[in-house]
DNA sequence: GATGTTTATGGTCAGAGTGACCATAAAGGA
DNA sequence: TCCTTTATGGTCACTCTGACCATAAACATC
């Protein structure tokens, strides 16, 4: 999408949150704008709509060009749409919200399969954040390109607010692999930026999806390092 | 808009689900269409979004066009953007809901200011839902126009989730007029759907939102009908 | 090999929240 | 006056949760 866009019309994209737990932080995603305007701005990932396609195909196709893990976990996040959001014209965005296991995205880091850099995300009490990369670069919500500070910030929300009701938290760990709930527990503290009580974290989740047959304890246990071997369950 | 659609373009609109509880039912507003396609069909209201208005802005311009209640509450539910879901093109639709006081409708009905017609909103197990009419007329959500019974399910869904953890259902009773908690009750019986235990609701209600002063209860009391009179309370 | 460290796992205990009840208060209606 | 109706208040058992304490099973260090 290089040409202008015309000022008569309306535009539809999709905006990707990207989101990871790496070495118990929670991290997110950003591109680096190439192109103005907001040339050399951290953003989202994100593409227009075409006319051949849904939302949804939108961004499996978006996250397969910049991001390409099978079966990511995707969630609808919010709609933004005011006037000005995009100086380029009328462009209204349906972001998504999308959690892959950091192990999957480590492959491709490696083999330079992604331009997409982590970042360190860390909430403010007022609802803001701010993001940490890997160079110790900082940036607030106000340093993103177009409105994507508020984006982000609106999916932090609503994962933090989601991950103790709903499952979206196993999400971060590798599907069809057994994890401990040592790593299930890393997880949730990362999201929510806190520790937590092992003892009491284990029977939440024992409660909350074993009896319900979704989480299962498998043979096998951990084989690493230090501590008292884990027992490794299976979800799903 | 009633020239054609062009199908080279992509068009956004608003559809608006405005809930209502009545006699102790939830109720869901529903227009008629008059133009194909779907004519004749019920529908939820909607419009188009200008190049000059925010989705809000689009939103609050239908309300007062369709249901000219003042100040209604207004939630973002969710975006539609199937590729087939108006057949005159490529229309992708941001869904809100909005709640408003049956009190305030009332007016409005008896002086003819609007064509909308309350449906009484019974959910199946299935997560399904059927509407009842006035006349009786009984429709499920696949005679509504366009997709728009799987929004009306969206929507149900969501404020069922979310009454009991959020201050949604006080939407439902007239802001700045002092209310009783058995009037508030009705609401929440509405909304889920199922009776509650009086005295254990009146607990519920005061524990959370009283003693964070949200909730304040008046000088005043109830003066009609039968049964001894209710305090009045008053949110926010 | 004994000891300490680390992580996993299991249990207790008090307090909050909730569902199922029962009881009483205050109004109008018969 | 008695009955019905709605509001309000309380009890009791059960669950859930946070704050702990204790033990188990691995590795690390000397």
Do not use: C
Request: glycine letters at 8%; zero cysteines; aromatic letters at 10%.
């Amino acid at each position: 999408m290089r040409e202008e866009l015309r000022r008569d019309r309306l535009y539809v994209a999709v905006d990707l949150m990207i989101l990871t737990v790496r070495d118990g932080r929670l991290h997110l995603f950003l591109s680096r704008r190439g192109e103005e305007p907001f040339a050399g701005y951290p953003a989202l990932p994100g593409r227009f709509v075409g006319l051949d396609e849904t939302a949804e195909t939108a961004v499996a196709r978006l996250i397969s060009e910049v991001l390409p893990v099978p079966e990511p976990f995707l969630e609808q996040l919010y709609t933004f749409a005011d006037i000005d959001r995009d100086p380029r014209g009328r462009v209204v965005s349906i972001a998504y919200l999308a959690i892959v296991p950091w192990q999957k995205v480590r492959a491709l880091q490696a083999s330079g399969q992604t331009a997409l850099r982590p970042f360190r995300v860390t909430p403010t009490e007022e609802g803001g954040l701010y993001l940490t990369g890997e160079d110790g670069e900082t940036l607030s919500g106000s340093d993103l390109a177009f409105d994507h500070g508020r984006i982000a910030e609106t999916g932090i929300r609503r994962l933090r607010g989601k991950i103790d009701y709903t499952e979206i938290g196993f999400h971060f760990l590798t599907d069809r692999t057994a994890f401990s709930l040592g790593e299930l527990q890393t997880v949730f503290e990362a999201v929510l930026g806190m520790p937590l009580d092992s003892s009491n974290f284990r029977r939440f989740i024992l409660n909350r999806y074993e009896k319900s047959g979704r989480l299962r304890q498998t043979e096998q246990a951990e084989k690493k390092g230090r501590g008292r071997p884990a027992a490794l369950y299976r979800f799903d």
